[in-house]
């Protein structure tokens, strides 16, 4: 587990959890607050997104290798610092996909209450905290992996979360089984 000191107003506590076994025996991982990024005109085909603030943003590393289980990544933020116009309800973090030249939804979860965005990175890479804008409509919605299965991590098509984005405001998505019946 890793607490890095407040490096940006906009984040009161910024911890790393690495679970055993991710990593083997004497890896070093790092966790550095990058403020030179410049995140204004950011990018995502997966979202509409709002940078949290034009260059927070966090590097994650460990020697180059990449973690073999899931690391939680939880920021806790000020929520007055959330900028004019934009919703904590809305708050993601996304990687950056140097490959791709833009920014990938990262599976998190905010909660408003302990004011935390949590999320569990498979991938070490650079991060940052951006608002998603819902969709006006459905015609951009993505689900990812695709074919997902959930159960046996010993299967190619195995995940621990089917990511769904793009959806519009008050969207619900329910869940069939191959049968038809509502799970």
Request: charged share 10%; no cysteine.
């Amino acid at each position: 587990s890793l607490t890095l000191p407040p490096a940006f107003p906009q984040f009161t506590t910024v911890s790393l959890y690495v679970p055993p076994g991710a990593f083997p025996a004497g890896t070093v991982v790092s966790a550095v607050a990058e403020m030179g990024v410049n995140l204004s005109g950011s990018s995502s085909n997966q979202a509409r997104i709002v940078p949290f603030n034009n260059d927070v943003s966090l590097q994650l590393s460990a020697g180059g290798l990449q973690p073999s289980k899931p690391v939680r990544l939880t920021l806790v933020y000020d929520p007055a610092q959330i900028p004019v116009g934009q919703d904590a309800n809305h708050l993601n973090l996304l990687r950056y996909d140097a490959a791709a030249a833009q920014w990938t939804l990262v599976a998190s979860q905010t909660d408003v209450r302990s004011r935390t965005l949590t999320a569990f990175v498979p991938h070490f890479s650079l991060f940052a905290p951006f608002f998603v804008s819902p969709a006006s409509d459905l015609s951009t919605v993505q689900v990812w992996p695709q074919p997902w299965e959930l159960g046996d991590p010993a299967s190619i098509y195995w995940n621990t979360v089917l990511n769904i984005a793009s959806l519009p405001a008050g969207a619900r998505v329910r869940f069939f089984t191959i049968m038809g019946d509502l799970v």
